[in-house]
């Protein structure tokens, strides 16, 4: 061993960092952690890569955030409908609710 070692040009962190993944710290529900925990276990994984698949299967399932420029477009394409007297499709029928029947 040397009597002294130079880290003049040493860097701070992790000595191999990981690309495409970030470090961080949140606070996460108690019951949540435990749950992903338990699956994990079961499993056969980490919980912090079944957190992230779940995360990554939620963003790619998850519809487009409704912009103010889509807004216009839908109101302009239904007033313009509204006042020709056209009847503007529906994606809900429009069924009486049924009575409840007394048990």
Known sequence: MRAEYDFSKGKRGAVLPQKGKTRISIFIDNA?????????????SGYQTMMNEV???HLSDAKPPLTEAVLRHVLRQEITEYLLGATPPTDVEQTKPKKRRST
């Open 32 to 44: 949540v952690l435990d749950a992903f925990r338990a699956r994990a276990e079961k499993m056969g």
């Open 55 to 57: 995360l990554r299967q």
